[in-house]
């Protein structure tokens, strides 16, 4: 049997670009905050509360050419992305929190599924998780618009599911000490960070880049994989984020990049969703 070639489009040609991933290559370091409620049965206790200031550095490269999707309903797709690695210390101990390669890819508009144009965000955690989240994006004049996020657990499950837990069970949202450096309103919610952090900057554009695993692209949703421990003790049943790339000017009229985000993952386990937050914002090098 003969051997088939097929040649791929030259990059002229194809004409994929990292569109709104434009600016992410390259190294960005600073600081944030973490907020997670993890079981406890160690201390014969239901959940304990942990609360970081964290370092992070986050570190962006360009995949070297266009990436090929071959299509038996439309004609092929040619897009380009960058592979990351996310390394997060608490800021006091440097003990390390997380570490996450993944890849970020800019997905051109399609026929067949009929999808517009979308980003997408692949990642691996150690813990033994795998996810997909996939949305969209959008450039505005001026600051990012950084709404609150709610740490509050809610029911998962039973005829109270969805609503808010109450009650002497939250006391550790409310009497456990924030790290030095971070207000106590971060809490409650974790976006006061971020929102502190820019009050005296003048921020001239930002691109926005909004993602979780439940959004559905062309009719297919992502998701979350986890190794059976994780699901059966502390359950990563989903993710949304939001990126704001951020162009700063100085006093003196130069700028420089900055990059903020909000994560947050929902932890469930005791027949309760647990908000997993973390925030940071941090400077391009």
Known sequence: MATVFRASAPVAQAGPDLG??????????????????????????????????????????????????????QDDIFFLGVHYLQQV??????????????????????????????VVRMATIPHGDALLAQGSSLTVEGPPLIDPVDSTPTFSTGPNAGQKLTGAYLDPFTTT?????????????????????????????????????????????????????????????????????EKVQSDDGSTFMQL??????????????WPHIQVATLVKQ
């Open 20 to 73: 709104p991933l434009l600016e992410l290559p390259g190294t960005w370091v600073g600081n944030g905050f973490n907020l997670i409620s993890r079981p406890d049965q160690h201390d014969n206790k239901p959940f304990f509360l942990e609360l970081n200031a964290t370092r992070e550095t986050l570190s962006f490269t360009p995949i070297g050419s266009p990436i090929p999707n071959r299509g038996s309903g």
């Open 89 to 118: 210390s608490d800021a006091a101990t440097n003990g390390a929190l997380h570490l996450e390669p993944g890849m970020w890819l800019n997905i051109p508009a399609t026929t067949d599924p009929a999808a517009p144009a979308s």
């Open 177 to 245: 000490p924030p790290p030095p450096g971070i207000d106590a309103g971060a809490i409650a919610n974790p976006n006061v960070v971020l929102t502190e952090a820019i009050s005296k900057q003048k921020i001239v554009e930002t691109t926005v880049l909004i993602i979780s695993t439940t959004t559905d692209v062309g009719g297919v949703t992502g998701g979350i994989q986890n190794i059976p421990f994780v699901v059966k003790n502390a359950n990563a049943v989903a993710m949304s984020a939001i990126f704001w790339i």
């Open 260 to 273: 903020q985000y909000t994560q947050q993952v929902t932890l469930d386990f005791l027949g309760i969703n």
